[in-house]
């Protein structure tokens, strides 16, 4: 088999365990807050990345930034986690999603040429938010797909800051900082959790085994060398895989059913995606659950 072949293999099986983990979190959030999971998966995930992508010296240019990409990080997880208990996997992974199709809309903001391909995506991504996010009216408008859009908002500034950065910085530094950067400012988050629970179950220990150490440490490492063997409108393809898994998981898990417009709200969402990664500006990395 050739590099190319094991590269997207491995791309479409991290995808496939980034799918996965809406459903794993979903599960996990039935022991543990978010606050206190998201601190333990992250410092964890951190010093993992530590270990196998911090070779040689830590560049002390890369410190600032990677704190600033945390922080954007952070704020993404921690509504992503937190709709978790409101909504549904499949839902929280299409939300997130057009996270891929705001990344152009945002470079735009800051000056930049918008492409036809992109302006598309974003149509596309908008109408299919809606079906997602509003169903059947106002009323039935549901505070975790809300909190899951606001951390969609927050990983797509955190995709365009890593563009930006990693032009002069390694990524190898920037992925290890970020990640235990998440992890430092939930811990830093712990006093304001008001209903702070952690209970030790093996599904717990389970979880975070597989989002710490598969979906963040492994996922991460695997695609740093992946992506040098395959063409950027392949990866974007494969990653557009990750909420088509997540639905898939949490339909054979869960016995998850979506609705007639929130199908056709999930379509949307991933033609948009296709559409903006393919025809965009970049195919940006995409972010689990």
């Known amino acids: 088999m050739s590099n190319r072949k094991k590269a997207e293999a491995l791309l479409v099986t991290i995808t496939f365990v980034w799918g996965s983990t809406f459903v794993i979190v979903k599960g996990a959030l039935q022991d543990a807050s ?36 945390g922080v954007f990080l952070f704020a993404g997880y921690l509504c992503q986690t937190w709709g978790l208990l409101y909504t549904t996997p499949s839902k ?29 995506g974003a149509l596309l991504g908008l109408v299919g938010i809606y ?13 975790g797909d809300v ?18 950065y990693t032009k002069r910085l390694a990524f190898q530094h920037l ?19 008001r209903a702070p629970k952690l209970h030790w179950t093996w599904g ?21 060398w992946a992506q040098q063997y395959t063409p950027p409108a392949h990866t974007a393809l494969i990653f557009a895989l990750e909420p088509v898994f997540a ?4 339909r ?25 990664e393919l025809g965009g500006e970049a195919a940006p990395s995409p972010v689990e659950g």
């Open 131 to 143: 079906f997602l996010v509003v169903p059947s009216g106002l009323s039935s408008v549901n505070r």
């Open 147 to 164: 909190l899951t859009l606001f951390g969609a908002c927050s990983f797509a500034i955190h995709i365009v800051l890593v563009g930006h």
């Open 34 to 69: 978010p606050i206190p999971f998201l601190a333990i998966r992250f410092t964890l995930a951190g010093a993992l990345l530590f270990l196998v992508l911090g070779r040689g010296p830590l560049d002390r240019r890369a410190i600032v930034p990677g704190l600033v990409l």
């Open 175 to 193: 992925v290890s900082l970020q990640v235990l950067a998440v992890g430092i400012l939930a811990l830093a988050a712990l006093p304001m959790d």
């Open 247 to 250: 639905a898939i998981t949490s």
């Open 204 to 224: 717990l220990v389970g979880a975070l085994i597989v989002t710490a150490v598969f979906a963040t440490g492994f996922a991460f490492s695997v695609q740093n």
């Open 252 to 276: 054979v898990v869960l016995g998850e059913r979506l609705g007639i417009k929130v199908l056709l709200g999930a379509a949307l969402v991933l033609c948009g995606m296709i559409v903006s």
């Open 92 to 120: 929280s992974a299409f939300i997130t999603g057009f996270s891929v199709i705001l990344v152009p809309t945002i470079l735009m903001l800051g000056g930049a040429k918008m492409r036809g391909a992109s302006v598309v």
